[in-house]
């Protein structure tokens, strides 16, 4: 009897073996190099929750981008249709295993990093007002995939599929084939259903909700902290920081989005097509083994673009603005005293308009926020914030040591 699905070509076979494996060492080399930075470069970002979540999805890349590297090596020796298979029926389970469950885990690290930036949002970046939920997401990462990969391999669904082992059963295309017997799984339909859902909502649906209710809540935060009775000056000052920051937020999500979703787009296609069509489209298949094989790399690359984009930006030039009453030097920070100040001169003068106050350079990073009360971003999240002496003099104050502020010249002369 012949099988319905028709098997690879003999190059696409090579493919399938050996195409993964050199995104799958990039996406290894990257993991690993994450986490030779957190451990010994900048060891003191891990007292942060999200550096230690980052730091765990890290760990879970490691043995995710090993089994992808392996490929078909682990496929039991002398199974059809597969270049390179080496190994054994034991081997393919236990490759199986570890790629289901971590590949679950990583998944659940990513949609935990938004988790905690709306936390800490919510919370001013307070961490020890919501660091509770570490030890629940750890828990969810390991123990549900380990339960789920047990139940799998126990009714012997790790079997030879594409590039390496997976949750199908055996021969390839018997599930599908009432010609064909299964030698090796059983139906497990509810698994897979589980594990689609699963993928979807952790991904894709649970991220974009909790994007857009962070959003909300900004919008919201910022129009009742501009609603309140404070001067002019301030108002346009927290009008253009607010706008900037909401600016930021949308980018930093929308990479933090979109860099992962990359990652699924081919597979979800092939996917698609082969509902559509009822056949394999196996270059397309091996197209998206090579793009999931690169999430570690993918991750590096958003981890740090976003540390960068959250650097502080000190001590540029601003234009006519209320920012060229001072300046900063480079290692310190621009406070809300400074501004208060700034724009009060301005106020006095009678020369503040809205033309003058160019677009706030500050940065801020939404995942790894500073809770600093003395922060221009801090008015937008501390709900304790005193709108009653926002244009008073700091009298008495003394700014703290890591705020030296060298006072210049007023260009527009109001001193």
């Not at 009822?278 to 090579?290: A, E």
Request: charge should be negative; aromatic fraction near 12%.
């Amino acid at each position: 009897m012949t099988m319905t699905v028709p098997p690879p070509t003999t190059s696409q076979q090579r493919a399938f073996a050996y195409a993964p494996m050199p995104f799958a060492a990039i996406s290894f080399l990257s993991s690993s190099y994450v986490i030779y930075h957190l451990l010994f470069e900048e060891p003191k970002k891990l007292e942060r929750l999200y550096h230690r979540l980052v730091l765990a999805m890290n760990v879970a890349l490691i043995p995710l981008s090993f089994t992808q590297f392996l490929s078909t090596m682990v496929v039991p020796d002398g199974t059809e249709n597969y270049v390179g298979a080496i190994g054994t029926v034991n081997t393919c389970t236990a490759i199986g295993f570890i790629k289901f469950m971590f590949n679950f885990s990583v998944a659940t690290y990513y949609a935990s990093l938004i988790l905690q930036a709306l936390m800490g949002l919510r919370n001013n970046f307070k961490e020890e007002k919501y660091r509770w939920i570490e030890t629940p997401i750890h828990l969810v990462a390991y123990c549900i995939p380990c339960a789920i990969s047990i139940v799998i391999a126990a009714h012997e669904n790790f079997n030879p599929n594409d590039s390496g082992c997976w949750f199908v059963t055996a021969p390839r295309g018997c599930a599908s084939d009432p010609n064909v017997k299964c030698e090796r799984g059983q139906n497990l339909g509810f698994m897979g259903l589980i594990y689609a859902i699963s993928n979807i909502y952790l991904y894709l649906i649970f991220p974009t909700s909790v994007a857009l209710a962070m959003s909300c809540w900004m919008k919201k935060r910022g129009n009742d902290e501009l609603s309140n009775n404070v001067s002019r000056g301030m108002t346009i000052v927290r009008e253009r920081a607010r706008k900037e920051m909401m600016r930021r937020v949308y980018f930093q999500i929308s990479l933090y989005l979109l860099s992962f979703w990359s990652t699924w787009v081919i597979s979800i296609a092939s996917r698609a097509l082969r509902l559509i069509t009822g056949d394999p489209v196996y270059n397309l298949i091996i197209l998206s083994n090579c793009i999931w094989s690169l999430q570690g790399f993918v991750f590096m690359v958003v981890y740090f673009t976003l540390q960068k984009m959250g650097g502080r930006q000190e001590g540029e030039s601003l234009g006519n603005s209320i920012w060229q009453s001072f300046s900063v030097r480079r290692e310190h920070r621009l406070t809300v005293r400074d501004i208060r100040s700034s724009a009060q001169r301005r106020i006095e003068s009678g020369t503040e308009s809205t033309d003058d106050v160019a677009e706030q350079r500050l940065s801020y990073h939404i995942f790894d926020g500073v809770p600093d009360p003395d922060s221009p971003w801090a008015m937008f999240f501390d709900e304790d914030d005193d709108n009653e002496n926002e244009d008073a003099p700091d009298e008495g104050e003394q700014p703290p040591l890591n705020e030296e502020i060298e006072q210049v010249d007023d260009p527009d002369g109001l001193e």
